[in-house]
């Protein structure tokens, strides 16, 4: 539906991208007025937004009889692009990129906006020290308030991503774009979506009666993926939900907390359920917090942590009696105390004598 230019805003000096409106051949005149008046509406629509998930409109102006949009922008490959050159993402990756995605749509669906054609060529990835994903072309994004402009019959979307709901001729629901986002993720972790076929009427076939493939490559992702395929669109996750479950992902692969499995663990565990502790409970990891400054830590042979003293001795190595408040730093401190009052008392009874 259109050509997204470079150019330059000479009045402001900045570069920015301008979409120029290019309608199909054979169109009435009559046609061609609505399609400008989709046109201008989607520049107000996207205007509305505010979101570094999507990308700024600065302006309309209309030239040689029709619309072009002044948009922001961005010197990034499409979602599509890093698919096709570097192959499939690493779920992190896609997670990553999916969560921004999904918070950009929560902005727009409060706004009473749909974006009705969320797809990998839609999205824009900043791929740098940290990741910037961008919705863009809201072109056929219609506010839920507005009339709709669109021809009888003409079906907006692409057919691998669209929704079971809208291939049916129904109208588009916030749950339709989170549909859409489901079928871009799994795009994104194996390389295309579900329901891609050679022919566009096979592809909205395959969304009407077929079940989602499982995605062997989306790790942690996938009950996420299969959550936002789900065609009913009453048992289909919300965005709440599906926030929450990238945001575990996310945090659980960056290394913010560690649950390492250990022999030790196990043991302890077994120690509490056989004393009769209604409060021991099975024990499955061993969550590792970070050693007293003035210790480091050495493992022992049963996989526990032994803390040790500053001249690396193990303070409560196999066999030591000593109580645990005499271990380490603080232990060498109590030591310290009980020789000086034991000196401070012999010095006391001498002067008495």
């Given amino acids: 539906m259109g050509t997204v230019w470079h150019a330059r805003d000479e009045a402001l000096g900045r570069d920015v991208a301008v979409k120029e409106v290019i309608l199909p051949h054979g169109f009435s005149d009559e046609e061609r007025e609505i399609q400008h008046k989709r046109t201008f509406r989607e520049a107000r629509t996207a205007a509305r937004l505010s979101h570094p998930g999507v990308v700024a409109v600065f ?9 072009w949009i002044v948009m922001e922008l961005i010197r990034a490959r499409s979602l599509e692009q890093m698919i096709k050159q570097d192959g499939p993402l690493s779920p992190r990756r896609a997670a990553e990129i999916g969560r921004q995605m999904l918070s950009a ?17 839609n999205v824009l990835v900043i791929d740098g020290r940290s990741i910037r994903a961008v919705l863009t072309d809201f072109g056929i994004a219609r506010a839920q308030s507005d009339a709709t402009l669109t021809q009888t019959g003409m079906l907006i979307g692409s057919p691998a991503y669209i929704a079971p709901e809208r291939a049916k001729g129904r109208q588009a629901v916030p749950a339709s774009d989170l549909w ?11 390389g295309k979506s579900p329901f891609e076929r050679t022919e566009a009427m096979a592809s909205l076939v395959a969304v009407l009666t077929e079940e989602p493939p499982p995605a062997p490559h989306a790790g942690p992702l996938a009950p996420v993926i299969a959550g936002l395929l789900r065609k009913d669109q009453e048992t289909r996750l919300t965005a709440a939900e ?5 945001d575990r992902i996310l945090m659980d692969t960056s290394g913010s907390t560690r649950v390492l499995e250990t022999a030790g663990a196990q043991a302890a565990a077994a120690t509490l359920t056989d004393s009769g502790d209604p409060a021991g409970m099975p024990v499955t990891g061993q969550v590792m917090t970070p ?7 050495a493992d022992d042979p049963a996989g526990g942590r032994t803390p040790v003293d500053g001249a690396g001795r193990g303070a409560a190595a196999a066999g030591d009696a000593r109580p645990v408040w005499l271990s380490g730093r603080h232990g060498n401190l109590a030591i310290a105390v009980v020789v000086a009052v034991i000196v401070i008392g012999l010095i006391i009874l001498t002067l008495v004598r």
Avoid at 180 to 190: D, K, N
Avoid at 242 to 246: D, I, N
């Fill in 242 to 246: 599906a926030g929450v479950m990238l």
């Fill in 291 to 297: 050693v007293d400054p003035g210790e480091t830590a």
């Fill in 105 to 121: 749509l929560m902005t727009a669906h409060e706004a009473g906006i749909l974006h009705r054609d969320v797809k990998p060529s």
């Fill in 59 to 67: 302006d309309v102006v209309e030239e040689d009889g029709r619309p």
């Fill in 180 to 190: 859409s986002l489901g079928a871009t993720l799994f795009a994104a972790v194996e």
